[in-house]
């Protein structure tokens, strides 16, 4: 029998195919453009995987594919832009899945942020608003400043502006304009701490925290993220906390079962939702989970795309795994990548460094302000997350991305 993927996150194809086959199951990959995957590929046999080339931003034609796939099973999601599609295929053919409605409200940032404040889980508000310097008025009324600007279904950081005066609200409102959004344009209040995220599994309803991921943000006037480590190590009773109130966010959001990216700022008065995915964390999360851990965590992605209790709800985890840190290579500028220096280097730091590529030498690179313009990534593992991070990023100042001409 046959589960199928709805597009992927870049990195984790070979954990999804082991996985599958631990349940028994063939994976089919159904893609737009399989070159995102080309480092997964390049590292698995021909035929270890069904793809299936179509275009997944067409239900149609993602309708069709499915209904030739053999004894299809169950249907897997791990992406944000294709959630909702999958959601809504999962149950037109009769395959376990999320509540289509749950997967829509968590896929609007700003339905969100409104219904954890009306419940007392968000001390910020949030309002949706036109892009343009007239919008200027709301935000400041409503919201207040500092604020942060969004796109109610932006991903990959993209279209998110922080902003502390009148002057900087307006010529983001301006900027917003110009841009094309996946969703609307919201604002909400800016958090003061540091930002981390819940790594959580959940089935009917109960809740698990694998573990917290620390993450770093550039300086502005770019907002992306620059590097993470996992797990955190906090105290017992500041985990079981941190578990506890993801719970309630997750719970009055409608996420039920299956993974989820729990972004939060842990500010002086304690955590605050900056955004849930349905999925597990992007960029070398999953991976960092499954060393961690000691365990393919995507075995519990396929359990509960079948219907079934994932086993890593009831696992044992002594946290006697080693901790891994990376940190995310940006270009300095647009152009078109020729390749990197310093790749040669690696090895001689510590901590078994290894370089994962997300992009490829001759690719374009147009946008360098977030996660479009990442080139690759640096991981190194240590005996905590914080010496595992100094390791990575220490290793990731070695290497230059070279990039030729420009916009």
């Known amino acids: 029998m046959t589960l199928a993927a709805l597009e992927a996150l870049s990195f984790g194809l070979g954990r999804m195919v082991s996985a599958a086959e631990e349940t028994g199951h063939r994976l089919c990959l159904l893609t737009g453009d399989r070159s995102v995957y080309g480092h997964e590929l390049a590292g698995l046999p021909d035929d270890a995987l069904t793809v299936v080339d179509v ?10 594919a499915l209904a030739t796939v053999p004894a299809l099973a169950g ?77 109610s279904a932006g991903t990959s950081s993209r279209n998110v502006w922080i902003v502390h005066d009148e002057e900087a609200l307006r010529d983001a409102l301006a900027e917003a304009g110009r841009q094309t959004l996946m969703g609307s ?31 770093q943000t550039s300086r502005q006037p770019a907002v992306r993220e620059e590097a993470a ?8 009773t500041e985990r079981r906390g941190i578990e506890e109130w993801a719970g309630r966010v997750l719970s009055a959001a409608g996420h039920r079962s299956g993974f989820a990216h729990v972004e939060f700022i842990l500010t002086a008065r ?51 795994g080693p901790a891994f840190g990376f940190v995310l290579v940006h270009a300095d500028h647009p152009g078109v990548l020729k390749g990197w220096l310093g790749l040669d280097e690696l090895a001689s730091f510590p901590g078994s460094v290894r370089w994962y590529p997300t992009r490829e030498p001759g690719d374009a690179l ?7 313009g990442c080139t690759g990534i640096v991981l190194a593992e240590a005996s905590t997350a914080e010496l595992a991070q100094h390791r990575a990023w220490s290793a990731a100042t070695r290497v230059r991305p070279v990039v030729t001409g420009g916009p």
């Open 75 to 151: 249907l897997i999601n791990t992406t944000d832009t294709w959630s909702v599609p999958a959601a809504d295929l999962a149950a037109e053919f009769g395959l376990p899945g999320p509540d289509p409605a749950a997967v829509r409200l968590l896929r609007d940032k700003h339905r969100v942020r409104a219904l954890l404040h009306r419940r007392g889980l968000s001390r910020s508000g949030a309002v949706r608003v036109g892009a343009g310097v007239g919008a200027a008025g709301d935000i400041l009324r409503e919201v207040g400043l500092p604020a942060v600007l969004k796109d």
């Open 229 to 236: 480590a996992f797990p955190v190590a906090l105290p017992d």
């Open 366 to 372: 147009a946008h360098v302000g977030d996660q479009r």
């Open 185 to 215: 344009l919201f604002a909400e209040g800016f958090l003061s701490g540091p930002l981390y995220s819940a790594e959580t599994l959940s089935w009917d309803g109960a809740i698990r925290l694998l573990g917290v991921l620390s993450r």
């Open 55 to 64: 275009d997944t931003h067409d239900p149609a034609a993602v309708r069709r």
């Open 270 to 320: 304690g955590p605050e939702l900056v955004e849930i995915n349905r999925r597990i964390g992007g960029a070398l999360v999953g991976e960092v989970l499954c060393r961690s851990l000691g365990t393919n965590v995507y075995t519990a992605m396929m359990e509960e795309a079948l219907g079934r209790r994932p086993g890593l709800m009831d696992a044992h985890i002594d946290g006697a």
